[in-house]
């Protein structure tokens, strides 16, 4: 199915879901389309989670419609196609981290050569290749993060699905992982992840939906902060000082600074606090 911009590899319509009388997801429409990344920003308990448990195929829906790579997400040769990395979800202790890779290659039913073959592209990718004999038990938590992104990624997925892939990282692991993802996006995968980290959004992101049990908002990180934002960020270098201005007095404003000075929207950070507090 052509779009207007690419294809689409995700299409959620209308979706609810409770769990027991309690509201989930209440009404969620939103896409994603190849070579795009998408993040569902939103608090504890916004039913992110839960949103893309759906997505994979764990939870089905109470209402609404899920079509994923052109069919259902229960369907086994649909969840072959896509890439998971469940939240709290960690490797095989007792299993090096070649096996973890190459067993999960054969879960997702890639032949033995097929299976292989990809495993040691994923550990030179991931720079994993000098600890695939270690127990997987033995790694550090970011290791054993990078460990399951490999897994996600071992059956070649033209969807992936991330659901907060650099919890718990220290800063160096997640520029690579956000390195990598970057790199898969240019090789047209899609992405959905879910992440509590602004910056995180700001930084991958092509479109962002606010999440907290509905969509609040939707639309590229800058556009979000456009709409969100009355006030422009001035910087006046000379006293360093921070203003806020309103849009239709930055003009006027800047005009009486003397040295440099710099104009920028505030951070997410600050919008996504209006956002949730706008609606609760
Ligand atoms: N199996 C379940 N039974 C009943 N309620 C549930 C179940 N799973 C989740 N919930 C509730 O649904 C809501 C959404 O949970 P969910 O895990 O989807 O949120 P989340 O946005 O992923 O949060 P977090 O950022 O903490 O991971 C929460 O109030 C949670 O307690
Ligand atoms: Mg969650």
Redesign the pocket.
């Known amino acids: 199915m052509l779009y207007k911009f690419d294809v689409m590899l995700l299409n959620v319509n209308h979706l609810w879901k409770k769990?027991?009388n309690?509201v989930?997801?209440e009404d969620v429409t939103l896409h994603v389309d190849e070579g795009e990344i998408v993040a569902?920003l939103?608090?504890?308990?916004?039913?992110?989670?839960?949103?893309?448990?759906q997505v994979y195929g764990e939870l089905y829906p109470t209402k609404g419609e899920i079509e994923v790579l052109g069919g259902k997400p229960w369907e086994g040769k649909i969840k072959r196609k896509m890439g998971v990395i469940p939240?709290e979800c960690v490797p095989y202790g007792d299993l090096t981290v070649e096996d973890n890779l190459y067993y999960i290659a054969r879960i997702k039913g890639l032949d033995r050569n097929t299976a292989q073959r990809n495993v040691q592209d994923i550990m030179e990718k991931l720079d994993l290749s000098k600890r695939k004999k270690v127990m997987t038990r033995d790694l550090s938590g970011g290791l054993k993060r990078r460990l399951l992104i490999g897994m996600a990624l071992v059956n070649s997925p033209s969807l992936i699905i991330l659901?907060?892939p650099t919890t718990g990282l220290d800063p160096e692991a997640r520029r690579d992982v956000w390195n990598l993802l970057l790199s898969l996006k240019e090789q047209g995968k899609g992405m959905l992840l879910?992440t509590?980290y602004l910056d995180e959004a700001e930084r991958l992101a092509d479109r962002i939906y606010f999440?907290n049990?509905k969509v609040i908002s939707e639309g590229t990180p800058s556009q979000i902060k456009e709409k969100f934002s009355a006030y422009y960020e001035v910087i006046d270098y000379s006293t360093g000082k921070t203003y806020y201005v309103k849009e239709d007095e930055i003009k006027d404003f800047v005009a009486k600074l003397n040295g440099r000075f710099e104009v920028r929207l505030p951070s997410l950070e600050e919008i996504y606090l209006k956002v949730i507090n706008n609606d609760s």
Request: proline share 4%; charged share 25%; aromatic share 8%.
């Open positions: 769990y027991k309690f989930a997801n569902l939103g608090p504890n308990g916004a039913g992110k989670t839960t949103l893309v448990k939240q659901d907060e879910t509590h999440l049990r």
